[in-house]
């Protein structure tokens, strides 16, 4: 188990990167080669309630987002908004130790997502010269045994 900083994120020890998540009883790593990947983060979430979905959709959803998925914010709301906060999850894990900034679920929308377990991403907030506003990125999530998995890989070359 990595260290932690005064941030309390984890210490990942020289030459790797690597992000922890955990969730009811269970918990996940992922740890990448740093000369190959500049930065990864791994969230793992219990399905949320649909009931308990519709009340933090104005929390975890921006107003685009909403819009974009009515329909499924109408059908599956539960779904939709543990997909929604997993990926946003995702992201902070694998941004903010490129980046040192804290950001928040306003802060990125998902641009969508297949049923092949990927998704697009947008900031909408400027985190570092790299990591600015509108800049876009690939995740990978797998919805099973009532609990979604995401992942964001952020290669050196990116």
Same mark, same amino acid.
Request: aromatic fraction near 10%; proline fraction near 3%.
């Given at each position: 188990m990595p260290g932690t900083g005064e941030d309390r994120a984890p210490?990942?020890?020289?030459?790797?990167?690597?992000?922890?998540?955990?969730?009811?009883?269970?918990?996940?790593?992922?740890?990448?080669?740093?000369?190959?990947?500049?930065?990864?983060?791994?969230?793992?979430?219990?399905?949320m309630p649909d009931e308990r979905a519709l009340k933090l959709a104005d929390q975890i959803l921006t107003s685009a987002e909403q819009d974009r998925f009515a329909t499924t914010l109408t059908d599956t709301p539960g779904e939709l908004l543990t997909l929604a906060f997993s990926l946003k999850e995702t992201l902070f894990k694998?941004?903010?130790?490129?980046?040192?900034?804290?950001?928040?679920?306003?802060?990125? !929308? @998902?641009?969508?997502?297949?049923?092949?377990?990927?998704?697009?991403?947008?900031? %909408?907030?400027?985190? +570092?010269?790299?990591?600015?506003?509108?800049? !876009? @990125?690939?995740a990978q999530f797998v919805n099973r045994d009532g609990q979604i998995l995401s %992942?964001?890989?952020? +290669?050196?070359?990116t």
């Open positions: 210490q990942w020890p020289t030459g790797s990167v690597g992000s922890i998540t955990h969730s009811h009883g269970k918990a996940a790593a992922i740890v990448g080669a740093a000369p190959y990947y500049a930065s990864v983060g791994l969230d793992m979430e219990h399905l694998a941004l903010y130790p490129l980046t040192l900034k804290r950001f928040y679920f306003e802060h990125a !929308e @998902l641009l969508g997502w297949q049923a092949d377990g990927t998704a697009r991403l947008r900031l %909408l907030t400027d985190l +570092s010269e790299h990591w600015c506003c509108d800049r !876009e @990125l690939d %992942l964001i890989a952020i +290669s050196k070359e």
